[in-house]
């Protein structure tokens, strides 16, 4: 997904990044954990493996909604 102006401004204001990132999901980006989903459903990958490569990524969320 390219940078929009939207997003740039979001930026350029330092917003957080979980803002930063709900705004980018409205905007059509696809998440790497979406992205897997779709390639499981595919047969190209597995759940284990999409869920390792991207427990970093949910966990860093929980952290950031103090959960």
Same mark, same amino acid.
């Given at each position: 997904?390219?940078?929009?102006?939207?997003?740039?401004?979001?930026?350029?204001?330092?917003?957080?990044?979980?803002?930063?990132?709900? &705004?980018? $999901?409205?905007?059509?980006?696809?998440? /790497? @954990?979406?992205?897997?989903?779709?390639?499981?459903? &595919?047969? $190209?990958?597995?759940?284990?493996?999409? /869920? @390792?490569?991207?427990?970093?990524?949910?966990?860093?969320?929980?952290?950031?909604?103090?959960?």
């Amino acid at each position: 997904m390219a940078i929009n102006e939207q997003i740039r401004s979001l930026i350029i204001e330092k917003t957080g990044s979980n803002v930063i990132r709900q &705004k980018a $999901i409205q905007g059509g980006l696809k998440t /790497l @954990r979406d992205d897997g989903w779709e390639k499981v459903k &595919k047969g $190209i990958t597995t759940i284990e493996e999409v /869920l @390792r490569v991207t427990e970093e990524d949910e966990s860093s969320v929980l952290d950031a909604i103090g959960m």
